[in-house]
């Protein structure tokens, strides 16, 4: 790797950590960066120092990297002696961070970003039940596999007991254990360009054991839950958090009952615990200092969004998405539906489609689905790359972990393939 492109890997780690360059970038970091000084760097940096707002800086610092890997791509050393071709580096570019930006997600350059992914289902359940953290292969084969498919984001659901270590999980699986394995997943994911969304999947209150899909987070450990995951990942913003996966509270109904627990939390209809409502999860993540994307599922299992704009909790960094569940068998599942009510929500914030599928590999459905969302630039992730077996109920997309598509998988990938 030259000296350039280690420069700007560097310099893309002080904009990834939040860190007010006022403060963190100094002589003494360039004492240890030598990279930096090898490019005129502290002393250009010294304009950059009125620049103290977060976000300002990763956006200018992103900008400051994109140009010195333009000089290396066009430096006489980088250049095929023979034709004058760029000559082809083994070295990654750093995944830039995203970012809610008016209805569009991007990258901190401003540049729009549409995430195709997966769900990688398994994280949620394996510890809890006692045999394992993930269900199938977590290594970088795998991950390959899901490339060749234009996948570029993975969604990893999370299980609130196993990460926290309570309640009877597992101590081989659980805590400290669970932390790193999933800490390690997505380094692995970042390494190969890929984006990664991080939900709380299965939880439940007091002392009973996660093993299921609760109708909301629940005030005992769903804050505990954020503060920690939140800390754990706070300075990569290539790290999407989505705080619950399926809210469903008065009964899974779409009513003004349900819009109130969902943002206020406490004593709610259906629910027979205290619930953590979403402003209280927003300000648990971003009292860490994590300004990563947040991502929050309307009603009725994620499918509703009529009212999730007026409900909108406050968010200091205006850094939320509104992420959407939509299957064949939800009553939001048609094109007049998505008009009506998805629409306006997309019109205002980035609406991103977390879980899409169908339990009858309809690909009429699929790809109607998936064309409004591309219509519209918005992303979304197919339930599910595990290899479960089964029919189309199952919504496994593949056979093997080499990427093998079933009837259902085979659906998604060619719709994915189109796009490239």
């Not at 095929?80 to 990258?107: C, E, H, I, M, V």
């Not at 401003?110 to 289902?121: A, D, I, M, T």
């Not at 299957?327 to 008009?339: I, K, L, M, Q």
Request: aromatic letters at 10%; a neutral charge.
């Amino acid at each position: 790797m030259g000296r350039t492109r280690r420069a700007a890997c560097v310099l893309a780690d002080i904009a990834r950590s939040g860190a007010n360059p006022c403060t963190r970038f100094r002589d003494r970091d360039v004492a240890r960066h030598p990279e930096l000084r090898a490019v005129g760097l502290p002393h250009r940096r010294r304009a950059l120092l009125p620049v103290c707002d977060v976000r300002v800086w990763a956006a200018l610092a992103s900008l400051v990297v994109t140009i010195l890997l333009s000089v290396t791509a066009t430096s006489p050393s980088s250049l095929a002696l023979a034709g004058g071709t760029p000559a082809a580096s083994a070295d990654p570019l750093p995944l830039p961070g995203l970012r809610a930006q008016a209805n569009r997600l991007t990258d901190m350059m401003g540049q729009p970003v549409q995430l195709h992914g997966v769900n990688r289902s398994g994280t949620e359940y394996a510890c809890i039940q006692g045999w394992g953290i993930f269900s199938g292969p977590n290594d970088a084969a795998s991950l390959q596999a899901m490339k060749l498919w234009g996948v570029n984001a993975v969604r990893v659901p999370l299980n609130e007991d196993c990460w926290l270590g309570i309640n009877g999980a597992p101590a081989a699986y659980s805590g400290a254990i669970y932390q790193q394995a999933i800490r390690d997943y997505v380094a692995l994911l970042n390494q190969n360009a890929m984006y990664a969304i991080l939900d709380l999947h299965w939880s439940a209150p007091g002392t009973a054991p996660a093993t299921w899909m609760a109708a909301m987070p629940d005030i005992d450990h769903s804050l505990d839950f954020w503060s920690s995951v939140a800390g754990t990942f706070k300075g990569n913003d290539t790290v999407v958090f989505e705080v619950f996966n399926e809210p469903y509270p008065d009964s899974g109904q779409d009513s003004a009952a349900g819009w109130v627990c969902w943002r206020d939390g406490g004593t709610c209809p259906g629910v027979s615990f205290q619930v953590a409502g979403m402003q209280a999860l927003v300000n648990a993540i971003r009292a860490t200092g994590a300004t990563n994307i947040i991502g929050l599922g309307g009603l009725a299992w994620s499918n509703a969004l009529t009212q999730w704009v007026a409900y909108k909790p406050t968010d200091p960094l205006n850094n939320l998405v509104a992420a959407w569940h939509v299957y064949n068998f939800n009553a939001c599942s048609n094109v007049t539906c998505y008009d009506t009510y998805i629409g306006p929500a997309a019109a205002q914030v980035p609406v991103l489609a977390t879980e899409v599928g169908a339990n009858n590999c309809d690909q009429a459905y699929l790809n109607t689905v998936m064309s409004w969302l591309d219509a519209r630039q918005q992303g979304y992730l197919a339930w599910t790359w595990t290899a479960w077996g089964g029919d189309c109920s199952g919504m496994a997309l593949i056979s093997d972990y080499s990427g093998t598509p079933t009837a259902y998988g085979q659906i998604y990938q060619t719709h994915l393939a189109a796009l490239r």
